[in-house]
T-cell receptor, first 114, second 114 residues
Framework: GENVEQHPSTLSVQEGDSAVIKCTYS??????FPWYKQELGKRPQLIID?????GEKKDQRIAVTLNKTAKHFSLHITETQPEDSAVYFC?????????????FGQGTILTVHP | NAGVTQTPKFQVLKTGQSMTLQCAQD?????MYWYRQDPGMGLRLIYY???????DKGEVPNGYNVSRLNKREFSLRLESAAPSQTSVYFC?????????????FGQGTRLTVV
């Protein structure tokens, strides 16, 4: 089955700096790669996603890049703000007949210091 | 729309007791999922239901059973709870299996088995 590795497990930045979180996946048939943000005690919520037919997607301060050949994708947050502090999860869908199933990375705890 | 609703929000069980976690969605989604979240391990899929009338095992199904009661409802049952099942449980739903689409999560159930 799919295996998703996420790094780093913790990331601490100063307000205004950029933050980058990286993930690798194993199933070459995966074609959907979402990123979720989870605030303390809350449910995970989608912040951005990318499909395999594009290499990059941007939404204001957030961008995701995908390298299908190397099987890795990354989340980039620019001009970080204290409210960006949360746990971030990457995920990849399963290939074959189970496209809807998501396998998640282990999570990155992002702390943005004012 | 309420989205995905889980009950209960908190539960304490004694080892060997049984319980059912309830989940309902009002977004007319075909696919529903149960995940568990443990520190440092991300979200791991327990069971999923691609469509009404079907269920399949995920990554960590042992000790659990599920029922897809109708298109809206997907329940998770612990027949004989064990301390290793102490976790936060999330139900999720998505539009369709076979497409890469956003998974919407419930608010979670924090379960402690003593």
């Amino acid at each position: 089955g799919e295996n998703v590795e996420q790094h780093p497990s913790t990331l601490s930045v100063q307000e205004g700096d950029s933050a980058v979180i990286k993930c690798t996946y194993s199933d070459s048939a995966s074609n959907y790669f979402p990123w979720y943000k989870q605030e303390l005690g809350k449910r995970p919520q989608l912040i951005i996603d990318i499909r395999s037919n594009v290499g990059e997607k941007k939404d204001q301060r957030i961008a995701v890049t995908l390298n299908k050949t190397a099987k890795h994708f990354s989340l980039h947050i620019t001009e970080t703000q204290p409210e960006d502090s949360a746990v971030y999860f990457c995920a990849a869908n399963a290939g074959g007949t189970s496209y809807g199933k998501l396998t998640f990375g282990q999570g990155t705890i992002l702390t943005v210091h004012p | 729309n309420a989205g995905v609703t889980q009950t209960p929000k908190f539960q304490v069980l004694k080892t060997g007791q049984s319980m059912t976690l309830q989940c309902a969605q009002d977004m007319n989604h075909n696919s529903m999922y149960w995940y568990r979240q443990d520190p440092g391990m991300g979200l791991r899929l327990i069971y999923y239901s691609a469509s009404e009338g079907t269920t399949d095992k995920g990554e960590v199904p042992n000790g659990y059973n599920v029922s897809r009661l109708n298109k809206r409802e997907f329940s998770l049952r612990l027949e004989s709870a064990a301390p290793s099942q102490t976790s936060v449980y999330f139900c999720a739903s998505s539009e369709a299996l076979g497409l890469g689409t956003e998974a919407f999560f419930g608010q979670g159930t924090r379960l402690t088995v003593v």
